[in-house]
């Protein structure tokens, strides 16, 4: 760098901090935007980041060993597990659906558990531990380890008796901690831990029955899980093992917190896009406050890149205060965010400072504020002393220099954020979007004052000055109508997805849910099971179909196997799926294409599929599938495509055979039961003692994990919204900052002429009236339509606002931003006219 240079930064920096002082004054809105969209920024990255450090860091823990082979309705044979030991320690457990029993007579409790048996090998990783501080292993072959949810529900203590199955149990510990229960996934109810013999002795285990069978190794330190199980399933390709590694030991929760991430990563940008225009407005607003102290630097002799440079050493300092400090809550807010979600998220991580996201989020914040800045101060540098003087700062041309630098410093958003994206397509979309919205609303407030030139004038005073300060010369209409578009916008968005997700639980799932779902029925007492409903019931009706566990192994001349990624479509093809077989055309589906066999079809094994799963494999019909079924490769032909009404609530099957191809396998069945509200306990008490084998689940306990899970993401969607909402605010604000100036000039003249405060404040109100009333519709527009993107594109749910509650949020968006605007105004009527006309 040369002297002169330097000496230019340095006589800059020296002028630049005369005028800063540690309330920012001017300068606050700068202040509050950075810090909104950096902290979000840095709060989502920074929880993203640690709890995918947390499954990465505990992966063999919370899958219960290096590697996990698992399968459904058989346990390994003798050449499998050798193979298994061959590559380490090998633990066994079996899990499934079961009803735990106790007491007796009209007292007697029901409670659907997740049955879990373990080896004395188990947990190969971490520790079993109960609430009494003890580390465990298996209970003796008559005791049992219970949930803490299960003790609560039962009002559980040491020595009391369940029942599972044919056999009772004594509980023997409340368990604290089960390592690997995240690796288990979602069940229907809390689990009971048993031996491998006590899961003998319940007698729940029969030809047919739907359980799983997990086998956990823990590798050596030098083996390799990934070719491990390229190895086994080399060596055993028609098994239907479903295969995890450490690495990937809950890929469900991965891909939660990935999507969920990235998610509210780009609802984070956007609020600090949305932000950037409040810094615009606000720089603006700063620097023509200080126009004339600009104009006499300038007269002093000061060229134009020394006044870029005071400036642009102020806006820095400021803007580094607010990315610190955004920065800094935002890493710090990490463990209250963990606090406050409580069981929703899938992991609890420790407080760790990621260094990634904040970085990540600096470089935003940087950027952004360049990127919105960069133009206010190459005018004040390009603007001559004589113009300044004369208050035409924000009137002339931009320079070209300063679209450069706008464009550079946007295009290094947009580079960073595709770059660091999980999904870039997505990304690009979401960033157009908002580029579009933004532009779709400058336009339009360009079209409302041209508008606002040609109407014919109102002959009342006040109506008529309202509409000619939509487009009197220095006018900020364009300015105000993306602001408080955006707001309105940003108020209708909010209000549709919160409302659609929630109706989408309360008003459509219990409305079509059966009461009960009944699993592991004996196929032949299929009869008897009737009966025994209908004579506690009689109006229940009974929905039975055949259930088996299997997985798709080949589709149209593919191998599953030889698959290097699934498509996020075809999830059917990620381990094993529920199979079912029919004559007729199950109840919730309609064919797409092809056609459905005849009764008592003879021929050629074939299968019918949702259209889907067909499309994202790109099938068609003729097409062979290849799937396992008890160990064993099938075959069949792609009959008819179906889609399918998922939100019955029933058993919607992706695949349905003909009766021929699957039939001979042995199975049980599975049934839905309609009740009327209240007798699900009293059609569960007279099942279990003629079947207690069966599984009878309240379909209310399912809904109610379903509701807490949905109501997470409603939560943490609405706190990021929230975010964009003030950021939205803050813009406003900064509109109304940067238009205080002509508004000033504005109300001294009229208060020369004789107006009084009051007109004024009714000048104000009509002028924002008359802005909300036409924005309005254009914010339903926009709201409305991000609103169906996000919940029906990213999120799959039925579109369901509720228009009541979205009229009434804009209604009160509408009150909002009006009353910031008189709030605003407020310094306005303050303006003494000849104190105020002495600095124009």
């Known amino acids: 760098m040369s002297d002169g240079v330097a000496t230019g930064w340095a006589l800059a920096w020296r002028l630049a901090r005369r005028e800063l002082d540690l309330r920012f004054r001017g300068l606050r809105l700068l202040l509050v935007c950075l810090f909104l969209g950096v902290g979000a920024l840095a709060a989502i990255g920074s929880l993203a980041q640690s709890m995918g450090r947390?499954?990465?860091?505990?992966?063999?823990?919370?899958?219960?060993?290096?590697?996990?082979?698992?399968?459904?309705?058989?346990?390994?044979?003798?050449?499998?597990?050798?193979?298994?030991?061959?590559?380490?320690?090998?633990?066994?457990?079996?899990?499934?659906?079961?009803?735990?029993?106790?007491?007796?007579?009209?007292?007697?409790?029901?409670?659907?558990?997740?049955?879990?048996?373990?080896d004395a090998a188990y947990p190969l990783y971490g520790a079993l531990t109960l609430s009494d501080g003890r580390n465990v292993r298996a209970p003796g072959p008559d005791r049992v380890w219970i949930a803490q949810a299960l003790a609560e529900r039962i009002g559980g203590r040491i020595g009391q008796t369940i029942r599972f199955g044919t056999t009772d149990f004594r509980v023997a510990g409340v368990i604290a901690d089960e390592p690997d229960r995240l690796g288990e996934g979602f069940t229907l109810g809390p689990v009971a831990i048993v031996s491998t013999d006590g899961m003998a002795r319940t007698g729940l285990i029969q030809p047919g029955s739907l359980y799983k069978t997990k086998y956990r190794i823990r590798l050596s330190a030098s083996a390799d899980p990934a070719a491990a199980v390229t190895a086994f399933r080399r060596a055993f390709p028609a098994g239907g093992w479903d295969a995890k590694t450490r690495d990937k030991a809950s890929p469900g929760a991965a891909r939660f917190i990935e999507r969920m991430g990235q998610f509210l990563l780009l609802v984070g940008l956007s609020a600090l896009v949305i932000a950037g225009i409040g810094i615009a407005n606000g720089v603006s607003s700063y620097l023509a406050a200080r126009r004339s102290s600009i104009a006499a630097l300038k007269t002093l002799g000061a060229t134009s890149a020394l006044i870029t440079r005071i400036y642009l050493l102020q806006i820095g300092a400021v803007a580094l205060a607010g990315i610190a400090a955004g920065l800094i809550v935002g890493a710090v807010s990490v463990p209250a965010i963990v606090w406050a979600a409580g069981d929703i998220l899938p992991v609890t991580p420790g407080f760790r400072v990621e260094i990634a996201p904040l970085a990540l989020a600096a470089a935003y914040g940087m950027l952004i504020a360049l990127a919105f800045t960069a133009r206010p101060?190459?005018?004040?540098?390009?603007?001559?002393?004589?113009?300044?003087?004369?208050?035409?700062?924000?009137?002339?041309?931009?320079?070209?220099?300063?679209?450069?630098?706008?464009?550079?410093?946007?295009?290094?958003?947009?580079?960073?954020?595709?770059?660091?994206?999980?999904?870039?397509?997505?990304?690009?979309?979401?960033?157009?979007?908002?580029?579009?919205?933004l532009l779709l609303l400058a336009a339009f407030g360009r079209g409302v004052q041209a508008l606002a030139t040609r109407l014919p004038r109102p002959r009342r005073p006040l109506a008529r000055l309202a509409l000619a300060a939509l487009h009197r010369p220095g006018a900020r209409t364009s300015t105000l109508v993306v602001a408080l578009g955006l707001g309105l916008t940003l108020f209708v968005?909010?209000?549709?997805?919160?409302?659609?997700?929630?109706?989408?639980?309360?008003?459509?799932?219990?409305?079509?849910?059966?009461?009960?779902?009944a699993l592991d029925i004996p196929s032949t007492r299929?009869?008897?099971?009737?009966?025994?409903?209908?004579?506690?019931?009689?109006?229940?009706?009974?929905?039975?179909?055949?259930?088996?566990r299997g997985s798709i192994i080949g589709y149209g001349g593919t191998r599953v196997a030889d698959l290097k990624t699934i498509p996020d479509e075809a999830w059917a093809l990620r381990g094993e799926r529920g199979l079912t077989y029919a004559e007729t055309l199950p109840e919730g589906s309609t064919i797409t294409a092809g056609?459905?066999?005849?009764?008592?079809?003879?021929?050629?094994?074939?299968?019918?599929?949702?259209?889907?799963?067909?499309?994202?494999?790109?099938?068609?019909?003729?097409?062979?599938?290849?799937?396992?079924?008890?160990?064993?490769?099938?075959?069949?032909?792609?009959?008819?495509?179906?889609?399918?009404?998922?939100?019955?609530?029933?058993?919607?099957?992706?695949?349905?055979?003909?009766?021929?191809?699957?039939?001979?396998?042995?199975?049980?069945?599975?049934?839905?039961?309609?009740?009327?509200?209240?007798?699900?306990?009293?059609?569960?008490?007279?099942?279990?003692?003629?079947?207690?084998?069966?599984?009878?689940?309240?379909?209310?306990?399912?809904?109610?994990?379903?509701?807490?899970?949905?109501?997470?993401?409603?939560?943490?969607?609405?706190?990021?919204?929230?975010?964009?909402?003030?950021?939205?605010?803050?813009?406003?604000?900064?509109?109304?900052?940067?238009?205080?100036?002509?508004?000033?000039?504005?109300?001294?003249?009229?208060?020369?002429?004789?107006?009084?405060?009051?007109?004024?404040?009714?000048?104000?109100?009509?002028?924002?009236?008359?802005?909300?009333?036409?924005?309005?519709?254009?914010?339903?527009?926009?709201?409305?339509?991000?609103?169906?993107?996000?919940?029906?594109?990213l999120f799959d749910f039925v579109w369901l606002p509720d228009p009541v509650a979205i009229g009434l949020t804009l209604l009160a968006g509408i009150g909002v931003t009006m009353g910031l605007g008189l709030a605003g105004g407020w310094p306005v009527l303050a303006a003494r006219p000849a104190r105020a006309l002495r600095q124009l």
């Open 595 to 793: 056609v459905w066999w005849p009764k008592d079809y003879a021929g050629p094994p074939l299968v019918s599929m949702d259209q889907r799963l067909a499309d994202a494999l790109h099938l068609k019909i003729g097409d062979r599938l290849d799937y396992s079924l008890l160990g064993v490769e099938r075959s069949a032909r792609i009959a008819s495509f179906r889609r399918i009404d998922w939100e019955t609530m029933g058993f919607n099957y992706v695949l349905v055979f003909s009766p021929n191809a699957i039939r001979d396998a042995p199975h049980n069945l599975a049934a839905t039961i309609d009740l009327p509200p209240g007798k699900e306990g009293l059609v569960t008490r007279a099942l279990l003692p003629g079947f207690p084998s069966v599984s009878v689940i309240e379909v209310g306990g399912v809904l109610a994990q379903i509701r807490t899970i949905v109501a997470g993401m409603a939560a943490a969607i609405t706190a990021a919204a929230s975010v964009a909402i003030l950021a939205g605010i803050a813009v406003l604000v900064g509109a109304i900052a940067a238009a205080r100036e002509v508004r000033i000039y504005d109300s001294v003249i009229l208060k020369t002429l004789g107006a009084t405060r009051m007109q004024i404040l009714i000048v104000q109100l009509l002028e924002y009236a008359l802005l909300s009333a036409i924005l309005a519709a254009v914010a339903l527009v926009l709201g409305l339509s991000g609103a169906w993107y996000v919940v029906v594109r």
């Open 377 to 437: 101060l190459s005018e004040a540098g390009s603007t001559p002393a004589a113009g300044l003087l004369r208050g035409t700062f924000g009137s002339r041309p931009i320079p070209r220099r300063s679209w450069i630098g706008v464009g550079a410093a946007g295009a290094a958003v947009v580079a960073l954020a595709l770059v660091t994206a999980d999904q870039p397509m997505l990304t690009a979309w979401f960033l157009a979007a908002i580029a579009g919205v």
């Open 526 to 548: 299929e009869a008897e099971f009737r009966q025994t409903v209908a004579r506690v019931v009689p109006t229940a009706t009974i929905k039975a179909i055949p259930a088996m």
């Open 493 to 517: 968005l909010l209000a549709a997805i919160r409302t659609s997700i929630d109706a989408n639980i309360a008003r459509t799932v219990p409305a079509r849910a059966p009461a009960l779902f």
């Open 54 to 118: 947390e499954l990465a860091a505990r992966g063999s823990t919370l899958l219960g060993g290096d590697v996990e082979f698992a399968l459904s309705q058989r346990p390994a044979n003798s050449a499998e597990i050798a193979a298994m030991r061959k590559l380490g320690q090998v633990s066994a457990t079996v899990g499934m659906p079961a009803t735990a029993v106790i007491g007796a007579g009209p007292k007697q409790q029901t409670v659907p558990v997740e049955l879990k048996s373990i």
